[in-house]
């Protein structure tokens, strides 16, 4: 047919392209943001081939935006496969003056390469339709619209097949988001070893026991960041969930969701910090816990390894190896502040190890292996040193003008197992320091004393001198240790030094 859409070399490039797209949505609008989306496996190549230079520089300066380039890169080149297939296709069938060829090509390209990434044969359809329906819509268009005005109707054809295009990705998006927003609402835990009327009196007292400051995360964070490899993270379900206790034991042990959530649970406040903070950085948060006492599932294997070291492994591929004294005051957690655990946070199951970097608290966790000798675990093979106890911190977070005309100052400190004996802070450079008021520690996991790797909230309210002055503040730990005013960047093990910052007045 003369002035067909799809016999130029623009109309194929341009149908490829809205297929592809389609088919991008497509895959989305069937999976939701989850590891069987098409972009998931090419997103987890790309993170997992990146040299750990490039990691560690995105996870330090750029922070979240580094996963969100990969991301978009990972989408882009979904996408860009799809628009060649389609586009191959196309091509062929008008080669081969094949009328099926083009949609049906379109389909069982985008199919092919969906169910290969994935693996799921009957959730690829969720690409392979739309692509291939755009790619039809287009032979239709030329089949029966090109007749009257080939000109301007080939134009409009092209219009209304990107148009077609545009709004079912659109949809495919919508459908997409409205599968996340049900994987992530918050769901009240109701385990038959946990004790509700524990978590709710322990949630009670730590809202009591915060500061009347705005500006600053309350003791329980209400907005608890949140660190992954991949940007799309692992879905299980806690039904196929089981845990395996394997290695340098006496004997196997597995466990499954349900004898866990049977299990005697402890519900315990502990912050988490990530290695690669930034020294005043947001990457450290409390929560309280609900879980299980890991020392116990051990002992049921029986560990007899030579380095008294475990591996942990989790559904996302990551693994992480540290000592087993630290693991055995740790918890297998299913709660979090008095909900199922989130999907973002590790769900079915995570490990919380107080005292120690954010890293092996190990989400998604399916695995713990003893071993004979040490090794290194995700971040340790890119060079971080983050598996040991986490470095004091005094952070700076919220400073105002009270009516009265003085400053107020306040933060959080955190010490780990050592605890938090004093916030001291300066406001002439570090020459003179005077006591921050300190919020109440947190409660023990048994109700009797303070939390044992619980922050505490500081403010410090002063006359401000009338220049320029700089503020800084230091934390104590509980056996009289100052906090090092060493400076030292996150990489590779956590950042040290005084926070400070310079006022006006
Ligand atoms: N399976 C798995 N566990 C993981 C991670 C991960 O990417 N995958 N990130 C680790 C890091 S580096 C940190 S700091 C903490 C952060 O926990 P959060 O995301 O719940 O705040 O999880 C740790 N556990
Ligand atoms: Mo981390």
């Known amino acids: 047919m003369k002035d067909a859409l799809l016999d130029s070399r623009g109309g194929q490039l341009l149908v490829g392209l809205a297929a592809g797209g389609a088919g991008v949505a497509g895959s989305y609008a069937a999976t939701g943001y989850t590891p069987v989306f098409l972009v998931s496996p090419i997103e987890r190549f790309l993170a997992r081939t990146m040299p750990g230079a490039v990691v560690s520089f995105a996870i330090t300066t750029l922070g979240s935006v580094g996963q969100q380039l990969n991301l978009v890169t990972a989408v882009v080149l979904a996408w860009l496969v799809l628009t060649v297939g389609a586009a191959g296709a196309v091509l062929a069938g008008r080669t081969a003056s094949n009328r099926l060829l083009p949609a049906l090509g379109t389909g069982v390209f985008t199919w092919t390469v969906a169910a290969g990434l994935t693996g799921e044969l009957a959730l690829s359809l969720g690409p392979a339709l739309p692509a291939a329906g755009i790619v039809a819509l287009a032979q239709v268009g030329d089949a029966y619209g090109g007749r009257a005005e080939p000109i301007s109707s080939k134009r409009r054809r092209a219009l209304s097949t990107v148009g077609v295009a545009v709004g079912a990705t659109t949809l495919g998006f919508g459908a997409g988001e409205r599968q996340n927003r049900q994987a992530t609402r918050d769901l009240e835990l109701s385990a038959p ?95 309280l816990w609900t879980g299980v006492p890991l020392q116990g599932l051990l002992e049921e294997a029986g560990p007899r390894g030579d380095c008294e070291c475990v591996l942990l492994r989790s559904a996302d591929g990551y693994e992480v190896e540290f000592p087993i004294e630290a693991f055995n005051r740790g918890l297998a957690v299913y709660g979090m502040n008095g909900s199922v655990l989130p999907r973002g946070h590790g769900y079915p199951v995570r490990a919380v190890i107080p005292g120690h970097w954010g890293e092996v608290n190990t989400k998604w966790l399916t695995e713990i292996e003893v071993l004979d000798r040490e090794v290194d675990g995700y971040w340790e093979q890119r060079g971080w040193e983050g598996t040991g106890p986490v470095k004091p911190t005094a952070t700076l977070r919220h400073d105002e003008m009270t ?31 005077s006591e921050a008021t300190l919020s109440e520690p947190l409660p023990a996991a048994d109700g009797d004393g303070r939390a044992e790797d619980a922050w505490r909230q500081w403010q410090y309210t002063y006359d401000p001198p009338g220049d320029t002055h700089t503020a800084v503040v230091r934390m104590i730990d509980e056996s009289g240790t100052v906090q090092t005013d060493e400076e030292t960047g996150p990489y590779p093990s956590g950042p040290s030094g005084w926070v400070s910052q310079e006022f006006q007045r």
Not at 405 to 418: I, K, N, T
């Open 403 to 433: 009516e009265n005309g003085r400053r107020l100052l306040a933060g959080h400190a955190y010490g780990g197992l050592r605890g938090v004996s004093t916030v001291e802070v300066s406001t002439d450079g570090g020459s003179t320091w």
């Open 193 to 287: 070893g946990a004790d509700r009327r524990d978590i709710g009196t322990k949630l009670e007292t730590a809202g009591s026991r915060t500061l009347d400051v705005d500006g600053i995360e309350p003791l329980v964070s209400e907005n608890f960041f949140q660190v992954d490899i991949n940007s799309i993270d692992p879905n299980p379900s806690a039904d196929d969930w089981t845990l395996t206790i394997t290695g340098e034991v006496e004997q196997d042990v597995t466990i499954d969701y349900d004898e866990l959530q049977s299990m005697t649970a402890t519900n315990q406040f502990s912050t988490l910090r990530c290695v690669g903070d930034s020294l005043n950085g947001r990457k450290i948060d409390t929560a």
